[in-house]
């Protein structure tokens, strides 16, 4: 399974970003799909996760009700919708996949990654 992220950038505290994940290789429509980030001198850590029909969705309470993760399994693509970004945001986001748990917030639980796309909120 391939997994390549897309969509970072530069933008100005307050405003909205979407990021893209797009699978290849594998029939990733039965995996759960998630969202990591990691900022400089930081852990990786869980951003927010989704199962395998978009029925359910797991968020970090840090990102709760700024931060919206969706899939198109017709088009084996997870996507993003980051609001209201705030300097503490800015961070090399990753995609990751499998047959995981959706409650799974430890990176070594998760088999699959794209490369990273950074964020970068200014104040």
């Known amino acids: 399974v391939q997994l390549q992220a897309s969509g970072g950038g530069l933008v100005q505290a307050g405003c909205s970003l979407r990021l893209s994940c797009a699978a290849s290789g594998h029939t990733v429509t039965t995996y759960t799909a998630g969202w990591f980030r990691q900022a400089p001198g930081k852990e990786r850590e869980f951003v927010v996760s989704?199962?395998?029909?978009?029925?359910?969705?797991v968020h970090a309470d840090s990102v709760k009700g700024r931060f919206a993760i969706s899939r198109d399994n017709a088009k084996n693509t997870v996507c993003l919708q980051m609001n209201d970004l705030k300097p503490e945001d800015t961070a090399l986001y990753y995609c990751a996949g499998g047959s995981t748990n959706i409650y799974a917030r430890t990176p070594s639980r998760w088999p699959y990654w794209g490369r990273g796309t950074l964020v970068t909120v200014s104040s």
């Open positions: 989704i199962n395998w029909n978009g029925g359910s969705t």
